[in-house]
């Protein structure tokens, strides 16, 4: 086994360096840049509006945002946790932290930079995966980037060579999305899961190790409970893993938010140094990394890249899986509910996690070097057991097991829309049962193959996903300023709301019987 995972862990390496070279951050952030400056940065010219749509809709009464008459959709809101599910996880906490200490306080500022662009990406995932959808055998939504990939790219440019292209593109999105599922949306999260859990509530508690293996008992268990607990939502399907996360995601969110400010405001008087330092090493490569400026770009802006789309997701193209199943019409709405979504994980969350993390001299803010001993699997749960004691540590436990475990959730969702994709809705039954089962992998294996094969799985993923969305942005362009002309010109136009004629006819009469 040991043998086996070398080779992995080597293999990996090598694909890991390709995908998350200069190349592929230009790709990434250049994306969100173009697509930004095209939209007339829509996220900050129109936020009064993207908010009012989006979270501010959820506590009006009747709110269509908030319910659905379908049996066979999903609530916008409902939509949105479920990403968020699958988005808020390990690496809002672990992540975070393991981004500073590789990288130091400046990771923070490029996972903000990489977020603030990266709402634009998301946004036009969004609007071209409500745009191209189409319904399946079961009357159901179904949309994401390999409909956009097959029925956009192949088809738009009228180029014949095209549209094998982006079928081969489409299979490639699938596969890496599959295989996505299986590392940033299953192991990765299961392994942070039972480390925090083990570290928290069994320190004394130790079984030892299977006979013979290096598998630790208690990883074990925790595994098979987990792999019990998420196949009986799992098997339940979208509707089951939406109301589930509708429910744990905002409440494990605002704990979260709460435990977070109280330590923010128990170090006040870091605050200004913290900031301070975020700035400085963005720029300036932190004392204990060393060699200059090759080394920020190399490794500060990288972590703070990979962290932040590890965290976000905003280029994978995943979120929109779930997002295409939304019981709304507009292909711009579903859009802002994306520019809400990385909005509030990195900008939110995650700035959360960076708050403790700095605030608690866990981090030299001076020389942005971490203290002796300090390593991102447990610095979080150290900052709060700093102040709160063993419940601190607890809490940050819990906290990671509900983020973590709904990440798992979301994804086995995303992997599923995949896998029908290539196979077929026969495909998806045994796809959830090997998901399941890699929950107990998870459990027991080292944590940093983990991560590193969950980086290499982001990068793959989003290369066909950008080459459509790049492809397809004077589509978004189109659909944007479209729905900009009726909404704050007044023109009367016909809206674009899918590229299907039969299908835009329907949502247009589903629209005038509302309005009547």
């Known amino acids: 086994m040991d043998k086996f995972l070398d080779a992995v862990a080597s293999v990996n390496g090598v694909i890991n360096s390709a995908v998350w070279g200069l190349p592929g951050l230009i790709l990434l952030i250049g994306t ?12 900050v010219s129109h936020i009064k509006h993207w908010w009012k749509n989006t979270i501010a809709s959820v506590f009006k009464k009747n709110s269509s945002a908030t319910k659905t008459t379908d049996k066979k959709t999903i609530s916008q809101f409902q939509a949105l946790c479920a990403a968020l599910a699958a988005t808020v996880g390990t690496g809002n906490i672990a992540g975070v932290a393991a981004a500073i200490v590789l990288g130091g306080p400046g990771a923070v500022f490029w996972m903000w930079v990489a977020a603030f662009f990266g709402m634009m990406t998301n946004f036009s995932e969004n609007v071209l995966g409500i745009y191209y959808r189409r319904k399946n055998k079961d009357g159901e939504w179904i949309g994401g980037p390999m409909y956009y990939l097959t029925d956009g790219l192949g088809k738009r440019y009228g180029k014949k060579w095209l549209s094998p292209v982006s079928k ?21 999260q299961i392994n942070k899961i039972v480390l925090n859990m083990d570290a928290a509530f069994f320190k004394n508690a130790s079984l030892g190790t299977i006979p013979g293996t290096d598998i630790n008992i208690i990883h074990l268990i925790l595994g098979i409970c987990l792999l019990i607990i998420a196949a009986m939502i799992i098997i339940g399907g979208l509707q089951r893993i939406a109301k589930f996360a509708s429910v744990v995601v905002p409440f494990m969110a605002v704990a979260y938010i709460i435990g977070s400010l109280i330590i923010f405001f128990i170090n006040i008087s870091n605050v200004g140094p913290m900031f301070a330092a975020i700035f400085k090493f963005a ?33 994978l193209g995943s979120s929109v899986l779930v997002h295409s199943s939304s019981n ?22 995650c700035t959360m996690t960076a708050i403790v993390v700095l605030s608690t001299g866990f981090i030299n803010l001076e020389t942005g070097a971490p203290a002796a001993g300090i390593d991102g699997d447990t610095l979080v749960s150290s900052a709060f057991g700093k102040y709160f004691g063993a419940p601190g540590t607890w809490f940050v436990a819990i906290a990671m097991l509900f983020f973590a475990f709904t990440t798992v959730l979301g994804w086995s969702q995303y992997g599923s829309k995949a896998v029908e994709h290539l196979f077929g809705a026969k495909g998806v039954k045994v796809y959830k049962v090997i998901f399941v089962v890699m929950i107990v992998s998870g459990a027991v294996m080292e944590g ?3 991560w590193d094969l969950s980086d290499t799985f982001n990068g793959l993923m989003m290369i066909p996903n950008l080459i459509g969305v790049i492809a397809l942005f004077p589509l978004v362009v189109k659909i944007t300023k479209n729905y900009a002309d009726r909404k704050f010109r007044g023109k009367d136009i016909k809206p674009m709301l899918s590229y299907d004629d039969i299908t835009q006819a329907e949502i247009e009469k589903q629209l005038s019987e509302e309005e009547e």
């Open 32 to 43: 969100g840049i173009i697509l930004t400056v095209l939209t007339k940065f829509f996220q």
């Open 168 to 188: 081969v593109l489409a299979v490639l999105f699938s596969c890496f999305a599959i295989l996505a599922s299986f590392g940033i949306g299953n192991m990765a």
């Open 283 to 315: 720029f300036t490569p932190a004392a204990f990394l060393g060699g200059g400026v090759g080394v920020l770009i190399k490794t500060t802006m990288t972590q703070g890249f990979k962290r932040g789309v590890f965290s976000n997701e905003a280029g």
């Open 328 to 349: 709304v019409k507009e292909p711009v709405k579903q859009g802002m509910w994306g520019i809400f979504e990385v909005f509030f994980d990195t900008f939110v969350i």
């Open 448 to 450: 940093g193959l983990a």
